[in-house]
């Protein structure tokens, strides 16, 4: 059985509700053979909040974030973002919701080498409602000084930076992220995570990072960990470590 979800945040600003999820599963077909990617998954985040989704390879925690972010919908069960219902959506109700209210974040950094910093980021701007500046987006994760750079010029740390803004140039209400770290040694992976923290607090982006490192979860607010598809713990963060602390 999956555990009820945690109770919301004292923080009077972080007490709406902006995922609900409510015995979600997934099933896969393989050929004869039936995969069950979630088993019965009830979750709510909150607005503002840093939720990490701790879990080994396999756990569900990816299709878990796919479902979220509308790249694909359950078997079973209701997933709600705010008012929509992401689990009955259809397509033109996805791609506006992820156009419009979702950022992603994935392991692979997926710039377009022919454009600099500033213009993968622009791409994103061109087609938003209210976007910021690409300057502004590569501000908040400290590389406007690199934004003429190709990624090509670019340390893998620096372009998974430029990814991170070009997933916040549209001012997302929710940023999603998918092992951000996972192709990162340890220092390069702190720098990361400081520019995620950094969206976090300065735009209040309701923010979930997925990984399978369980250091990354004492940064944040909250951990869920997932297991064989379902949610195993849901605890919040007491004390929170700063990110330059972090034991790897």
Not at 109 to 136: C, F, G, H, K, Q
Request: hydrophobic residues 40%; proline residues 5%.
């Amino acid at each position: 059985m999956s555990r009820a979800p945690a109770s919301p945040p004292s923080d009077v600003h972080a007490r709406q509700v902006v995922f609900r999820v409510r015995g979600a599963t997934k099933v896969y077909p393989m050929g004869e053979v039936e995969v069950q990617a979630l088993r019965g998954i009830d979750l709510d985040l909150y607005a503002g909040e840093f939720t990490v989704l701790l879990g080994p390879s396999g756990s569900g925690k990816s299709t878990l974030l796919n479902i979220l972010g509308g790249l694909d919908q359950p078997t079973g069960g209701s997933v709600f973002y705010r008012e929509l219902e992401l689990s009955g959506a259809s397509n033109r109700q996805l791609t506006q919701f992820r156009r419009h209210a979702v950022g992603f974040v994935f392991q692979f950094y997926n710039l377009i080498p022919s454009l600099t910093a500033w213009e993968n980021v622009s791409l994103v701007t061109e087609v938003a409602s209210d976007p910021m500046s690409p300057l502004e987006a590569l501000r908040l994760v400290g590389l406007e000084d690199r934004r003429d750079h190709f990624p090509a010029q670019l340390s893998g740390g620096q372009q998974q930076r430029v990814a991170i803004a070009r997933a916040i140039a549209k001012r997302p209400d929710v940023l999603l992220c998918d092992e951000p770290t996972g192709a990162l040694d340890a220092l390069t992976g702190i720098t990361v995570l400081e520019a995620i923290q950094r969206i976090n607090t300065e735009l209040g982006t309701t923010t979930a990072v997925i990984t399978h490192n369980a250091a990354i979860g004492e940064m944040s607010d909250r951990v869920v960990t997932i297991r064989d598809g379902r949610v195993a713990e849901d605890r919040r963060v007491a004390v929170k470590t700063p990110v330059a602390e972090l034991r790897w």
